[in-house]
């Protein structure tokens, strides 16, 4: 046991000791370990002072720097701020002296003033001390003409006007004749050249106006049957119709007398299916003008289609191609309403298209220029208004509406259209044979020509000729000389202008010869 515990304690021992060895060689190393460390750190100090001292250095040259940066800048500011003020400052020393110079010179004006002011009265008291001495000079002076002259002054002017007045008439005509022909000969070739273009472009069959149309029978048999027993199929017909039916002694015809073309049209055309058919009585005569009336009904619109559609005309609300259709049964001075619209339609797309302007525009308001002439019932409105208001009702443009409602002048031109169509109209509506007047009224026209031209001093005979297109004046040689003719027929025709109305245009020449006469003995 105790051989045991020896070698234990040695060997105890000898692990305490390698123990110590170990922990002496372990602090050794320690000690240099720190020794190394701290060299180290000093080091390390030492190059971060040397660092730092470097950074601190550039540090405060870039603030030196920045600094001196800024300060030249507040520097500038100050600078400017200072110019600006120096320039405001300047500016008010300007305006104050430039205001002390305008005082100054004011103050010199009113000085001046005052002295002419003072020179002017002096002038005005002088000049009115002339003015009444040259009253009295004037009036001395009218005196001795008067005395000399033997005229009072207020005669010697109304002379003196007179003459002045002749003188300056006769200049006058003398200068418009003269505007007149160059005017003539300028302008009236090419326009004569666009209408006559344009009416030879255009031809249209032409009608009679008339308020009764003729029914031809086969024989005077057919008019007992007609009239009926008692008279009550012609009464029949007559109520259906709304037409005058006349039987008289004119041999196989008997005459249908109405003022609306459209139901004179109905009761031929009813009388005829009667005729024919053979069966005449009230039931039969009622049946035949109802389906009659129907059968009117669709050609009018059928013939308002076909006319809009041969014009090129698109758009138009169907009661407008209805009142287009109604046209062909209207007739105004003998020329047939439907014919003339056409015409005036197309001569106003030609006269537009000639002047650059819309030609189809123009061709729409032609052709319903005249529509307030077919109304449904009566109207006291002119048809140019009428028409008018229609358009203005079925959405057409406002050129065409106003083109409609001005042809007439009864209300103002808006548009070129509107004069287009008024020379359209005339031109359809004066050309020869467009139209037929009624003889009373066309014999009462030369009448009152030829008893304008008497009205005139000087005149000796007066003829018009030309279907009333010319007016020739004859006048006393010894009254009137060549000045005074030319003032005469300028005077005649302003008045003929004025005073009548009449187609297209009259022209008036005055003629004035000088004769010598001697009888050889």
């Not at 005729?275 to 059928?302: C, F, L, Y």
Request: aromatic share 4%.
């Amino acid at each position: 046991m105790d051989g045991m515990i020896l070698p234990i304690l040695a060997a105890i021992i000898g692990i305490a000791v390698g123990f110590l060895i170990a922990k002496a060689m372990e602090k050794a190393k320690g000690k240099k370990l720190l020794n190394s460390t701290k060299s180290e750190a000093a080091t390390i100090l030492k190059v971060a002072k040397i660092d730092a001292e470097a950074v601190k250095k550039d540090k405060i040259l870039q603030a030196k720097e920045k600094f001196i940066e800024l300060k030249s800048e507040h520097e500038k500011v100050i600078l400017s701020r200072e110019k600006k003020i120096s320039d405001v400052e300047k500016r008010i020393r300007d305006r104050e002296s430039q205001v002390a110079s305008e005082v100054d010179k004011n103050k010199r004006l009113n000085k001046s003033l005052e002295q002419k002011e003072n020179d002017f009265n002096k002038k005005l008291d002088f000049v009115e001390n002339k003015e009444s001495e040259l009253e009295v000079m004037h009036k001395r002076n009218v005196d001795m003409l008067e005395q000399i002259s033997g005229l009072s002054a207020d005669e010697a002017k109304v002379e003196l006007v007179t003459s002045l007045k002749d003188e300056a008439k006769s200049e006058a005509m003398a200068f418009v004749q003269t505007s007149v022909e160059e005017a003539k000969l300028t302008a009236e070739q090419e326009a004569r050249k666009i209408v006559l273009g344009t009416i030879q472009r255009v031809g249209v069959e032409q009608a009679v106006e008339n308020c009764v149309s003729v029914f031809n029978l086969e024989s005077d048999d057919v008019k007992g049957r007609i009239i009926g027993r008692e008279g009550r199929n012609i009464r029949a017909i007559e109520a259906a119709t709304g037409v005058e039916i006349i039987v008289d002694d004119t041999p196989d015809a008997i005459i249908l007398s109405c003022f609306d073309p459209i139901r004179r049209e109905v009761a031929r055309l009813s009388l005829h299916k009667l005729v024919t058919d053979g069966r005449i009585h009230p039931a039969r005569i009622e049946e035949v003008v109802s389906k009659t009336e129907k059968q009117i009904t669709q050609e009018i619109i059928e013939v308002g289609k076909r006319t809009v559609i041969d014009l090129g005309i698109h758009g138009l609300h169907p009661e407008l191609i209805k009142a287009v259709g109604r046209m062909k049964y209207r007739s105004s001075y003998g020329q047939n309403l439907l014919q003339h619209s056409r015409e005036v339609a197309n001569l106003c797309g030609i006269m537009a298209a000639e002047m650059g302007l819309n030609s189809k525009v123009a061709k729409r308001a032609g052709l319903l220029h005249d529509i307030g002439k077919v109304p449904d019932t009566e109207s006291e409105l002119p048809h140019a208004l009428l028409g008018m208001q229609w358009a203005e009702k079925y959405g057409e443009k406002p050129d065409v509406c106003n083109a409609i409602g001005a042809h007439h002048d009864e209300i103002e031109m808006k548009s070129l259209i509107s004069p287009i169509v008024q020379v359209c109209d005339a031109i359809s509506g004066a050309r020869p044979g467009a139209r037929r007047q009624v003889l009373d009224s066309y014999i009462q026209r030369l009448k009152d020509l030829e008893d304008i031209a008497f009205g005139f001093p000087g005149v000796q005979k007066a003829y018009a000729i030309q279907a009333g297109r010319e007016l020739r004046v004859m006048v006393e040689s010894g009254k009137v000389n060549d000045t005074k003719a030319a003032e005469l027929s300028f005077s005649i025709s302003q008045k003929i202008q004025n005073d009548m109305t009449y187609p297209g245009q009259v022209k008036v020449t005055v003629i004035r010869e000088t004769r010598a006469v001697n009888v050889a003995k």
